[in-house]
């Protein structure tokens, strides 16, 4: 037997393979799909019990009409082939389509456009969702991560809510039915709205949401409905009927319910705004009144009233100046004219030479005395009795 190497093996095992499987056609589930630089794509097909490495080069991989994604089942068409420096195989795919994508992609367009010319999508109809919701309803699968991601963003932004959880299928050939009546049982129990949802998947795993029962029993309920199915880039028909149509279970929660740090940042603002304008307000009335104070008192009877005793106070103190001055004057003219009578009274005159002349007790002019009268004649030390002997006249 002759003995090869690892190359000559793996070149022959490479030449079987190729030329034993030069034709396949695969069906199976993406997983751990990355995408190179260069514009090849790699990948790997599995089901319950096996994988197979797949790749598909950039000239096949820019014909894609869509985007792989992990998980979606897909029919590869290819070739065997033997990578020889890891000795691993794989499948070269020219082509990949998903399995029964083509039919539910029809009917998805058909249920689309029917429902679209009865008028389900038309904005008109939207109901308004409340605020500041008290009670909604989750219709979910108990044992879902969506339902967990819900409650989770439910309870970091808004506590002050009752939510009750309503389990449904969201997957299988019951699915659709399960939730079309969990609609309608919760749309007569008085919830500001309903959340219908479910976590991302295949276009099979979120079919439920694409039948006809479930839209019909979003656009005759009188509660407004929240559509939350799958990831962002997923678009289901639940989406076009409810009033709202959230990207993913989570963002439902972000979008329908108020965040209480806001809220309390808000009612801080709405306060500090509220506190200054009543300030500014009692500032403005408080001056306002003041002026009107100011001006009344300053026309009104106290004011006058004080005014005018102002004035006659005034008065009186001028004229008790007045009094005291003309007082002063009198009392300096009575002094000068004291000291005018003490300086003209015989008393504080030279004595020698004068006498008071008295006629009946009654001090006299001596002018009026006449020959033959009698007089006293009258100093400080005597007493005379006179008689007028001879008078004469000095020019």
């Known amino acids: 037997m002759n003995v090869l190497n690892v190359s000559s093996l793996n070149e022959q095992i490479k030449t079987l393979l190729e030329s034993s499987f030069s034709r396949v056609l695969v069906e199976g589930e993406l997983s751990r799909i990355t995408f190179h630089n260069s514009g090849h794509i790699y990948f790997t097909l599995k089901d319950a019990n096996s994988t197979l490495k797949a790749v598909m080069f950039r000239g096949n991989a820019s014909k894609l009409k869509f985007q792989l994604k992990e998980g979606l089942k897909v029919i590869l068409d290819g070739a065997i082939t033997l990578y020889k420096p890891r000795g691993e195989y794989q499948i070269n795919c020219f ?31 939207k109901k308004q969702l ?5 009670k909604i309803a989750l219709i979910t699968s108990a044992s879902g991560a969506a339902l967990q991601d819900m409650l989770r963003v439910a309870n970091t932004r808004y506590k002050a809510l009752e939510i009750d959880i309503y389990d449904v299928l969201v997957q299988g050939d019951s699915a659709a039915s399960s939730i079309a009546n969990a609609i309608i049982v919760n749309d007569t129990r008085d919830y500001d709205f309903i959340v219908i949802g479910r976590g991302g998947g295949s276009i099979e795993d979120l079919w439920a949401f694409n039948e006809e029962i479930v839209a019909d029993a979003i656009y005759r309920a009188k509660t407004p409905i929240v559509s939350a199915v799958g990831h962002e880039i997923d678009w289901v028909i639940s989406d076009f009927v409810s009033d ?13 319910l108020p965040d209480s740090n806001e809220l309390f940042q808000t009612l801080d603002s ?43 106070s005034i008065l009186k103190d001028s004229f008790s100046h007045a009094i005291t001055s003309k007082l002063n004057v009198a009392q300096n003219q009575v002094i000068n004219l004291q000291k005018m009578i003490e300086s003209n009274h015989p008393k504080f005159k030279s004595k020698k030479g004068f006498a008071q002349i008295s006629q009946d007790s009654r001090v006299i002019n001596i002018s009026s005395l006449n020959v033959g009268d009698e007089f006293m004649v009258q100093s400080d030390e005597v007493n005379i009795s006179a008689k007028v002997i001879k008078k004469e006249n000095i020019v």
């Open 244 to 256: 709202l149509r959230a990207a993913t279970p989570s963002a439902a929660m972000e979008m329908t």
């Open 270 to 312: 709405i306060a500090s705004q509220h506190t200054q304008l009543l300030s500014q307000k009692i500032q403005s009335s408080t001056q306002e009144l003041t002026h009107m104070y100011n001006l009344y008192s300053s026309h009104s009877i106290q004011r006058k009233l004080e005014q005018k005793m102002q004035e006659v």
């Open 130 to 134: 409340p605020k500041f919701p008290s």
């Open 95 to 125: 082509c990949i389509e998903p399995a029964g994508h083509g039919a539910l992609a029809l009917a998805y367009e058909q249920l689309k456009q029917k429902l679209a010319s009865q008028g389900y999508f038309e904005t008109s109809i």
